[in-house]
């Protein structure tokens, strides 16, 4: 199971505060979320919970991300 990579332009962009950048971001990277916590969960309401809990984190912690 993997989660697609985001081209480092677009990480670099997010982190300077770009929406446009950030909802790509979000974007490329939540349907590996989603499917990485469908299978640790093992139900799909509790990983579309955990899946908006762990993009939440990945917006508010842009600045901590090296790219």
Known sequence: M???????SIVRDAIEGRLAAVDALITTIQPGVYKLAVHVLGHRDDAADATQEILLKVVTHLSGFRS
């Open 2 to 8: 993997k989660i697609a990579e985001p081209d480092p």
